[in-house]
């Protein structure tokens, strides 16, 4: 951490501060130039808040060297996360895992139709809502726990591990047979909820916030690792700009960029990100070519009478195209190694 | 709702769709152009879910005539809601209320402290954190259910009404005793935890999220409204934005368009917004100009050695120098009927 | 065009509004509802300014059926444009266009090594900056007419046409022997320049501005295109959003969509968009599989020297392996149809 | 400038780069920590293009200590920038300057007669535009030289000078009589047309550029300034951000960081930034409670007729009743020192 202290800093509060800092077991560097004096700590600066620093009457600003996340990091992590479900599924070991569904449970025949249809095109997820973020309280709020149960049946059927939203942690023990929990983009910083899943020993699905920076994704992936939660996906859903084309803006950038800094699995939702289905396809080629571990895509047996994000949401038909033509563009570029997301120079 | 539909809707899917929309309630009617059909709905069209509308495969595109907020809506609550507590002190009256702080309770020194300092100053609430949303998982979580009791403590002490962050559902037995609850700008749509403040018989203070539009947040407050609880105060603390020089932006016509739009007294937080102390009184002075009911201000009593948000935090001190130069402000502006922030024209 | 009118605005005023749209061409049909009368205008509807439509005071809201762009329309133009230049380079014909080269012109030595370098690499064009738009009056700005003269020497040694940036219309004569002209960024909206290129019969490759939509910048294709000129090339070059790992963020969703509303070549430049070298090939590569038709990449002998964006420029070393890679790319996806950016579905 | 260096920087690599810095004319500090090694520069590092550095193979990261800025400084040159023009109308001495009039030009009988509107009501400047950047090639571009002929006529029956907006350097003999120059946002960055201004000794009224940081802001009018002209005065106009239920969002906080970090006067044109006429008052009032020196006000004598930005203008008899609550806010705030932007604290 590099602090540059304002001008006029007197040598006795540069003294006082350097000590506050030697407290939180740092070291602290000065180096005094014509103008400004620079301090330069060393040692685990990752604990040490940067607005407390700031608030020091002497600091004029702050940079970190240090990224201030740490299980997180590939630095201290060299090798990809790779995450093995009991049943065997396997994530981030450099295949193409496709997780489909619809965005909300609403019948045993619905879940279970879908279920099917997916895993006969190749999916190896089964995603859908048993409680659903809505915008509206007068919008469609999902089945609750019984969409929990209609999974659980679908997964029965199907074989296919399940993945659904968490909306408060109250309802921890509702999930206890959920294969991945997933954290919606309005909870990514629901800090209580991502301690709890800290605790549980369950991939832990996390959609990235719509106004969130990557580093403060990781910080709440770190929040779920602190707690001794290894085992955290990161998913990119799209970020909200100015652009309106588009529900939200998918930040393709994402993927090499948490791949570079970051070890964990990291898979795309162009569902979301898009919220136009003709827009699923080129997204979801694009994710792959960059490296994404897999893609998360919202697929209805009938999206014009879907309780929730019919418009993004692909009939089973049409992912029987998409798919196929996913898996080969992963195929042929895996062939080359040219689907890693990491350059080559 | 105008619902432009897709060229070549034939007239038998056009019907079907009208059907759908007579069963919720809603007459339809259709106009037909030489190339497009509109269709208008008529009735109360806010429970319709416009994802459902836009998922329609003969829809092209859909335009809401009305707001999607009921209760929230000045349109069917033409004045404004006046908040009183049971200690009498009034919010969205027309007077300037101020509530001030530290970030995080501390100790019982430090909210015993700056309670007395602020409420000699004139302040009419203290806030202060017990629980603490913190990017970082490593950095100060608040002192939780002890920090409600210090806060408990201040009011015995002074008088003043307590504000302050709940983080959970889990939570709320401890919040029983608090006068005010917040909801922080992270919590803005967990819809879960809105649910159960709407409740209560208590007011809740709302913030804005960090990339949440007006309507979102109206929303939001329909949420806590829709379940009983009409006693919400709307915080607006900053967007996020391209700009960096401070930490957020302040979006200062969301005053005159929330107090437009809906009848809920409208807050703003200028320490939050700004993240720098030197911008906390000006933001406060066009806040006060704009037609905002009341301030929520940082307060520490030694900023330099707060655990949380320091660097926009002021002092008992200028907190007093600050309080005067608002109260004026906001007394010469109302004695000429110009700090309504609703247009003479 | 589809105009809500407000509650209560008289038979005479609507009947007085329906003239004037009459009179700018196009027919008007009233649709009485309950509470609100719809205005639906048919006709070429393009012409007409939404701006004007708002101000009238019996108007509540109003919405665009049509989009405003004609030239660039694909609905009025179904086939691809494909851009063939003098010397027989093609772009927009299913290939990859390679346009590489450093971000400023800075002798005959530079220009000329790099372009014999990216030309034995495989690129089609060579781009080079003479006149530099600098944020900084204190910064390199570009050698200026001696930088377009040291283009053409660096295309007679290798064949290569040129592309390079234009900042004025006051510039144009210096610009006769350029094979692309490029518009910057910073200037898709600088309306008198877009008039004056829109004269002249050579391709223009207008760069998508910082904060700019896609329909805002198909509108600036438009203004050159309605001045005669058609020859348009596309470029997605990242937008400015909160995050701020990169120096932009690509919006990688730009290429199908612009590609669906539009009949034009898109190409993309990861350079400016990511700002960091180790990004432009996973991002190059996302662009390929979204459909790009053209990547432009700064490529400089010395970054480190560089006068100008040093930090994302690669060497032709790593151009070579990054060129050969992004062909096999494109080769094997293309292969299989998977390239083109269009669903299947 | 604070440059941290990579891991494993070797000594000749850091002696060979601290060498060119000197060549720069800055003397360098290094600071060997025991994992990074930090240089620190002195001495004039304004003109240190930070791409350069950012370049170099053996950086981490730079950051910047002092601003990139310094003729707009207010370091150099604390005091405020007052400027007086010919006719002996003041800009930035503290009182309140009204800029008000049409967003275009349309005839004779139009401008003279909301010249005399807005002159009566007390405006101390007259608008309106010539040359019109319109998004759409199809709109109405303005009357362009006529329109200027017809601002002159304006002023000599009125009085007020005329600010109008300047589109491109090729148009300036034209402006030779115009007393202030407006650059709208989309040309805030057109950096040849401000080198142009920069030769003038005329005001410029600087627009902030849709998505430009304040930082670059003033580097655009340290562009004019390099170049001898320093009768810039800055204009806030509402940036681009994700909230669409206004035109753009007026960022207040432009106004008390711009006069902090410069010297130049800050106006404020609440017109663009809402786009809607009711929300100009309270965003105006804001803006004079917030330290803002001037306000531009579109006014048009038939909103509903106008030719462009009908929406936002308000009517002479609209102004009159604004500018008189605008004056009085100004006056009891100014009375008692509340308008300055700057802190008490």
């Known amino acids: 951490m590099i602090i540059v202290l304002k001008q006029g800093a007197s040598p006795e509060k540069i003294e006082e501060l350097s000590r506050i800092f030697n407290k939180m ?42 990224e201030p996340y740490k299980k997180a990091n590939r630095k201290f992590h060299p090798d990809n996360t790779v995450i093995t479900l009991p049943g065997g599924q396997v994530i981030g070991d450099g295949s193409l895992t496709l997780i489909a569904g619809p965005c909300s449970v609403e019948s045993e025949d619905q879940i279970c139709g879908v279920a099917q249809r997916v895993k006969a095109a190749g999916a190896n997820f089964l995603r859908g809502g048993a409680f659903k ?61 991502l301690k709890e899943l800290g605790k549980l020993d369950k991939p832990i699905l996390l959609k990235r916030g719509l106004a969130n920076t990557l580093s403060e994704f990781l910080m709440s992936a770190e929040y779920i690792m602190s707690g001794g939660n290894e085992k955290v996906i990161l998913c990119e859903r799209g970020i909200r700009t100015f652009e309106n084309f588009t529900r939200n803006t998918l930040d393709i950038s994402a993927i090499p960029i948490l791949k570079n800094r970051s070890h964990l699995p990291v898979v795309v939702d162009p569902s979301h990100a898009a919220g136009i289905t003709w827009l699923v396809e080129p997204l979801s080629m694009a994710a792959i070519a960059a490296g994404a571990d897999g893609l998360i895509i919202e697929v209805h047996n009938d999206p014009a009478r879907a309780l929730s994000d019919g418009a993004q949401s692909i009939t089973p038909d049409q992912f029987d195209i998409i798919a196929k033509r996913l898996r080969k563009a992963k195929a042929v570029l895996s062939a080359e190694g040219l689907d890693t997301g990491v350059t080559a120079i």
């Open 133 to 193: 973020p809505r915008t509206s309280p007068y919008a469609f709020q999902g089945l609750r726990a019984e969409g929990l149960e209609l999974l659980q049946e679908a997964r029965k059927k199907t074989g296919l591990p399940i993945v659904t939203e968490i909306m408060s942690a109250s309802h921890l023990d509702l999930f206890e047979d959920v294969d991945i929990i997933q954290v919606g983009a309005r909870n990514m910083q629901n800090f209580e909820l």
């Open 25 to 66: 077991g740092v070291s602290v560097n000065a180096w005094h130039g014509t103008q400004e004096t620079v301090l330069g700590l060393l040692g685990d600066t990752a604990s040490i808040d940067i607005d407390f620093v700031k608030a020091q009457p002497i600091v004029a600003s702050v940079k970190r060297v240090q």
